[in-house]
């Protein structure tokens, strides 16, 4: 978007004067749904730590690879997308339907923008179905009531944060509702994360990330690998680990992520993930 109008978001609920991390994310993906605000937000970020793009392809290539995993190689057909974000190129519902048209999903997401962007999201197969909830993680009984209306807890479910658990800044509080979400589902469920860290890149990203929580925006607080890996905690964890995005089977081809950065595949970025069996 750019030279938006000031009544282009009027009566929407979206406030175009504060940056926005899921706009900001979309920009950094190549998309068009984002703000001057989030533009300069984020090209203030990549100023300071110039590869977060390349993280942001890291972590969209990631989620294809373990939708893809989980679709096709665990016979999962239930997906529960925590904090989905803006639709982009190949969704959670559009990786698991190419694979199993009777794949489920559940989105959930309370940004304003992404509700007025929801329709993109509400395709689906006949066979299978989708559905976009707006609700706030820091309501994980809200979410369960209303997935539930979609989503068949006597079956295994795959629970997603996407980069989003940041968002939360008390570990502890961030473990507790995603237990929240994943106890009620049977065994044979996973659980998908991937968030940020600063470990590969440093100091850089640290600086980054201050001066974005400094901007108005909601905050993010990276995380170590080890308190990552504490999420999956009681859980079997798939291989090969929980370990930087990029490194997590790199062997399933994900069309164009080969360009991100120098016409190679980066080895390790600063986003931390994994998937876990329930058992």
């Known amino acids: 978007m750019t030279n938006e109008p000031p009544d282009a978001i009027a009566g929407t609920g979206i406030d175009a004067s504060i940056p926005h991390s899921a706009r900001i994310w979309n920009y950094w993906l190549g998309g068009k749904d984002n703000y001057a605000v989030d533009r300069t937000a984020g090209d203030a970020y990549i100023s300071v730590h110039p590869d977060v793009t390349v993280v942001a392809r890291a972590?969209?290539?990631?989620?294809?690879?373990?939708?893809?995993?989980?679709?096709?190689?665990a016979g999962i057909r239930q997906f529960l997308?925590?904090?989905?974000?803006?639709?982009?190129?190949?969704?959670t519902h559009e990786i698991a339907q190419r694979v199993a048209p009777d794949a489920r999903i559940v989105y959930?997401?309370?940004?304003?923008?992404?509700?007025a962007h929801a329709r993109a999201l509400l395709t689906s197969t006949r066979?299978?179905?989708?559905?976009?909830?707006?609700?706030?993680m820091h309501e994980p009984e809200v979410i369960l009531a209303a997935a539930r209306e979609v989503l068949d807890f006597d079956q295994p479910i795959a629970l997603m944060f996407m980069g989003v658990l940041g968002h939360i800044g008390d570990l502890d509080e961030a473990k507790a509702i995603v237990?929240?979400?994943?106890?009620?589902?049977?065994?044979?469920?996973?659980?998908v994360i991937n968030d940020g860290t600063d470990v590969i890149v440093g100091a850089a990203v640290g600086k980054a990330q201050d001066e974005y929580n400094d901007s108005g925006a909601v905050a993010y607080h990276l995380r170590t690998p080890e308190q990552i890996?504490?999420?999956?905690?009681?859980?079997?964890?798939?291989?090969?680990?929980?370990?930087?995005?990029?490194?997590w089977r790199p062997e399933v081809d994900v069309p164009g992520?080969?360009?991100i950065h120098h016409n190679r595949v980066p080895d390790e970025v600063d986003a931390f993930g994994g998937v876990g069996r329930k058992p």
């Open 81 to 91: 997308d925590v904090g989905t974000g803006l639709p982009t190129a190949d969704n």
């Open 127 to 136: 066979e299978g179905a989708t559905r976009y909830l707006e609700a706030d």
């Open 179 to 191: 237990r929240t979400l994943l106890d009620p589902m049977v065994p044979g469920s996973y659980l």
């Open 108 to 115: 959930v997401d309370n940004d304003p923008l992404v509700l």
């Open 257 to 259: 992520i080969a360009t």
């Open 229 to 247: 890996a504490s999420f999956f905690d009681g859980l079997e964890i798939v291989e090969p680990g929980i370990l930087s995005v990029p490194r």
């Open 59 to 73: 972590s969209r290539a990631f989620l294809t690879r373990s939708v893809t995993h989980l679709a096709r190689d």
